[in-house]
């Protein structure tokens, strides 16, 4: 029963992601970007906060998140791929911005979204079969880490920053990503917790997982229709 109803929370949490539009994906919000570019200059718990929220508010990395995690059942496991994925984030979002490097922001949330199929196939255990060989999981955790910080980096490079205090405003925003995804990972955790106390879990986590790949796939197809929608224009 259990099991029965995180499969639905899952699909009900896809579904609101899939209810956004591609244009908007994980984007800062209109009055965030307005107080941002009217205050320039040093503004570091603004940042904080704009980082925190834009992980906690991020369905596309909680998402990966929550495969990463999902049959991780020592803490200390939990750490290393979550340190994994956040070097990878910092490292993509502060050159992203620091030095201007430019990616295409609906390729690059299309690639996030593959990220989540990624890891759900992973779970699934369907690489051997599917290419016959086990991907590092620890090193494609943080290959999609560089991924999902180049996703930040962009909205970070929509609001056209001020160059004073850029730096720590930068280093802000992503100490903000980490306490949001600490925050976020908490109660993930305590939810994935509750549910493998229970005798569901192993008959619930083949379709959690299909609910998560499927919700990956959808948000890959929502940006590259962004993407040739815009070119299109």
Known sequence: MIGRRYAIAIGLGAAVALAATAALAHGVADKDAAFIQANPGL????????????????YDHLLFLAGVIFFLYRLREVALYVT????????????????????DPFLVDAVIGLSVVYKALDNLGAYPTLIGVQPNPK???????LVHGFGLATKLQDLELSKDGLVPNILAFNV???????????????????????????????????????AGFVLMGQQLAGYFWEGAA
């Not at 603004?46 to 980082?51: E, M, N, S």
């Open 43 to 58: 503004q570091i718990v603004p940042f904080l906060y704009l980082g925190a929220k834009h992980m906690v508010t991020g």
């Open 84 to 103: 994994m994925f956040s070097l990878g984030h910092s490292i993509t979002l502060l050159s992203g911005v620091l030095a201007n490097l430019h990616v």
């Open 139 to 145: 090193l494609m955790v943080l290959l999609f880490g």
């Open 176 to 214: 903000g990503v980490e306490l949001g995804q600490i925050v976020a990972l908490s109660l993930i955790l305590a939810a994935m917790t509750l549910w493998r106390s229970t005798g569901s879990f192993r008959r619930g986590a083949v379709a959690a997982n299909v609910l998560i790949m499927t």
